[in-house]
């Protein structure tokens, strides 16, 4: 995906390239979680979900390591996204395999994402259920944009925009949050929140957690 129009903040139409995250997103994909290990994944009451992450600074073996491992650790706990510090590592990366509005599978990893201010004629609300492997068994609807451009940094370290739509667009607003402290359910009322930890505490989650204290 290539040349298409996005807003800067002043609602200016401008041409934006954004990364291929769909070729080969099957073999991609594959190809990380071979490489990596499965971590158990971190749960609502564990400090380093709930703190803004350190910036990725070193693009090296060290987080290419990380990022498999993360594509292992979504993969066993079947999510279409997975911030870092959702396996307990306090940085800003987070990876997704998610469909788009199309059915378009996109596959990828972002460093130090930072989500575009979109203008409000860009900003239809969808009110979709979310859930978070987080918190694991509960689902609650929350209204996000349809649409999102993420700008950051690829594994390399080369500065990249990935725009989403639909689930997609869900997706990136909600690794996003990840990585500066917040899930989902802090954007839910008090009592929806309540309904959602609730829903969570009457199942077993269904992939291996890291137990609070
Ligand atoms: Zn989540």
């Known amino acids: 995906m ?7 903040q002043d609602g200016e139409q401008r041409v934006d390239e954004f990364v291929d995250d769909t070729t080969d997103a099957a073999e991609r994909e594959s190809a990380h979680r071979e490489r990596g290990t499965s971590r158990p994944i971190t749960v609502v009451g564990n400090p380093v979900l709930h703190k803004e992450c350190q910036d990725v600074t070193e693009f090296g073996d060290e987080l290419a390591q990380l990022i498999d491992d993360m594509f292992a650790s979504q993969r066993t706990a079947e999510g279409v996204g997975l911030a870092a510090n959702q396996i307990g590592v306090d940085l800003k990366v987070f990876v997704y395999d998610c469909p788009d509005d199309n059915g378009v599978r996109h596959v990828g990893a972002v460093c130090n994402p930072v989500l575009d201010e979109l203008p409000a004629a860009r900003r239809m609300l969808d009110d979709s259920n979310e ?4 918190v694991p068994g509960a689902y609650a ?3 996000r944009p349809d649409y999102a451009v993420v700008r950051g940094q690829d ?4 500065p990249i925009s990935v725009e ?3 689930y997609f667009a869900r997706c990136l ?3 996003t949050d ?3 402290g917040y899930l989902y359910i802090d954007r839910l009322s008090k009592r929806e929140r309540k309904g959602a930890l609730k829903q969570m505490a009457e199942q077993e989650p269904r992939y ?3 137990a609070n204290d």
């Open 155 to 158: 594994a390399q370290g080369n």
């Open 2 to 8: 290539a040349q298409q129009p996005v807003f800067d």
């Open 208 to 210: 291996p957690v890291v």
């Open 173 to 175: 607003q909600h690794e």
């Open 131 to 134: 859930g978070c492997l987080s």
């Open 141 to 143: 609807e929350l209204a």
């Open 164 to 166: 989403g739509t639909g």
């Open 178 to 180: 990840h990585l500066y």
